[in-house]
C-alpha cells in the first residue's frame, strides 16, 4: 500500500495528495459519522461491507452510481455477492477492494471536483453512534 501510495502522490505532486490513515475498526466506525459532520471525515474510507448500509441510511456515505458507470465497473468484475454488499436501496455506495471490505466515499474528493462533479457533503448525522455487540 504504502508504494502505491508513495507512486501516486509522486505523479500527482502538487494537485493532489493521498494520505493513509489507519485506525482501530472499533474506534473508526464510531468516531466516522461525527467527524464527517464535522468536516474532518475522510474523503474515501475502507471499511467493512456490513456497513455499507448503515452508513448510508444515516447519511454518511454518498452515492457513487455515477463515478462507477464512468469507470465502466461491473458486477462482472467482482465476486457478485461482494459486488452486491456495495448496494442500499438500490443506490450504489462502494466498491469492493478485496472479499471482506468497500471502498465508500464520504465527501466529493478534490481530484471529483476538479473534474466537474457537483456532489455535495453528506448530511449525516452529528452524533456518535456504536458498533453492534
Known amino acids: ?23 482501530r475498526w472499533e474506534d473508526l466506525y464510531p468516531a466516522m459519522p461525527t467527524a464527517i459532520s464535522a ?4 474523503d474515501v474510507a475502507v471499511i467493512h461491507n456490513d456497513w455499507i448500509g448503515t ?17 465502466g ?10 459486488w452486491q454488499a456495495g448496494l442500499y436501496g438500490g443506490k450504489r455506495y462502494s466498491v469492493p477492494p478485496s472479499t471482506c ?3 465508500a ?12 462533479s457537483r456532489r455535495r457533503r ?5 452524533t456518535r453512534t456504536r458498533s453492534p455487540s
Open 122 to 126: 453528506p448530511s449525516g448525522p452529528r
Open 39 to 42: 468536516g474532518k471525515g475522510p
Open 105 to 116: 466515499t464520504t465527501t466529493t474528493p478534490r481530484t471529483w471536483r476538479r473534474s466537474g
Open 101 to 103: 471490505t468497500a471502498w
Open 55 to 71: 452508513f448510508a441510511v444515516r447519511k454518511v456515505l454518498i452515492p457513487i452510481d455515477d463515478v462507477v458507470g464512468a469507470l
Open 73 to 82: 465497473l461491473t458486477e462482472g468484475d467482482f465476486i457478485p455477492a461482494v
Open 1 to 23: 500500500m504504502r508504494a502505491m501510495l508513495d507512486a501516486f502522490n509522486q505523479q500527482f505532486a502538487g494537485r493532489i495528495e493521498v494520505r493513509n490513515v489507519t485506525r
